[in-house]
């Protein structure tokens, strides 16, 4: 069974940095993208980024790009959202995916999510 454990959210200031972490297990995790979205209180869920899990190529969102960094370290089984130039806006709660197909479909597997608060 997949599981997803994200940690190293919290409060932080503007302009300030945070990395957030999360665990993965229960597969090789081969063929899976993993990724990062958030949710902010009374709006949608929206993609931050994304990493394949072999190779290691990655995508971002608009609203993150050129200050946000994904990465995975497969022998921690651990991937890493670095956001610096953090605004008031990244607020939200911050859950970890990883998606693969299986038999045509598309599975996907969430964390709990970590809380992200950007205030002065």
């Known amino acids: 069974q997949v599981q997803l454990e994200e940690s190293g959210g919290g409060l932080a200031q503007p302009g300030g940095s945070m990395t957030l972490s999360c665990v993965v297990s229960g597969d090789t995790f081969t063929n899976y993208r993993m990724g990062w979205y958030r949710q902010a209180p009374g709006k949608e869920r929206e993609f931050v980024a994304g990493i394949w899990w072999n190779g290691g190529a990655t995508w971002y969102g608009d609203s993150v790009k050129g200050r946000t960094t994904i990465s995975r370290d497969i022998a921690k089984s651990t991937v890493y959202l670095q956001m610096n130039s953090l605004r008031v806006e990244d607020t939200g709660v911050y859950y970890c995916?990883?998606?693969?197909?299986?038999?045509?479909?598309?599975?996907?597997?969430w964390g709990q999510g970590t809380q992200v608060t950007v205030s002065a």
């Open positions: 995916v990883a998606a693969t197909m299986s038999g045509g479909q598309e599975s996907k597997h």
